[in-house]
């Protein structure tokens, strides 16, 4: 499906490449190559004369949608218009069967996607990062979901500290300060525990503002699995927030 994939891809390409317009004949070397192509690569897919080849060859192999008369030679613009109409509809087309090939990959595991969402079902996410990005990332809003979850976060901080009156950064700042912190996370008897306790605050701002507020502020793009390890690493941070003590 892959190689099917990569296929439909250049096919979809000379159709976006093919201008109507530039033809002057309607018997044009240039049309039946392109066609001769798409028959190609139905019958490299599906194979020759298979259900799925019969299905979609007649848009594919005449993208020649423009009407024939036997009394009059048909107009060049009613060509081009029909050349347009047949390039839209075989492009349509292609397209339809490459999203059912993605989809298959995506059930199966195979794609990225399919590959990142097991991955991510297979982890003990918290239930409040859960609640909040779970349903975003199955859907494919990996941003949104990554953005969801570090809001998730800063409610959870905020609920466990009593904290109201700050957010984002300086909430954590302030929350799991080293110095005279509303939250630790181990008993702060000495410089080792200070370090851990400062550590720990530095994780919980950076996913602020690292996570948080550039997804809240401009058009981020992130991928599956990307999105995947931002998420995990915020239900990290969850858990100790949970373990963490007034």
């Not at 070397?29 to 001769?36: D, G, K, Q």
């Not at 009613?78 to 999203?99: D, F, H, P, S």
Request: glycine share 6%.
């Amino acid at each position: 499906m892959k190689d099917a994939i990569l296929k439909i891809d250049r096919r979809i390409a000379d159709l976006d490449l093919f201008n109507p317009d530039a033809i002057s004949d309607r018997y044009d070397p240039s049309i039946s190559a392109l066609e001769n192509k798409l028959d190609a690569a139905l019958v490299a897919i599906f194979g020759n004369d298979t259900v799925e080849y019969n299905r979609y060859k007649g848009v594919l192999n005449n993208i020649d949608a423009a009407s024939v008369s036997y009394t009059r030679e048909t107009p060049i613009s009613e060509v081009r218009e029909g050349l347009r109409r047949g390039a839209a509809a075989a492009r349509e087309n292609l397209a339809a069967i490459r999203a059912g090939f993605i989809e298959d990959l995506e059930d199966s595991g195979q794609s990225d996607a399919g590959k990142a969402l097991r991955a991510y079902d297979g982890l003990e996410i918290h239930a409040s990062i859960q609640r909040a990005a779970g349903q975003l990332y199955r859907d494919g809003h990996y941003a949104n979901a990554v953005e969801a979850s570090v809001k998730a976060l800063n409610m959870l901080v905020r609920l466990h500290s009593g904290v109201e009156d700050k957010d984002g950064s300086a909430l954590m700042e302030f929350v799991f300060s080293p110095k005279n912190p509303v939250l630790k996370f181990n008993p702060l008897l000495d410089q080792s525990d200070s370090d851990e306790q400062r550590g720990f605050m530095m994780l919980f701002s950076g996913a602020v503002a690292g996570l948080r507020n550039p997804r809240a502020h401009r058009f981020v793009q992130d991928d599956p699995e990307r999105a995947l390890e931002f998420i995990a690493f915020v239900s990290l941070l969850a858990k100790l927030a949970d373990k963490s003590a007034s």
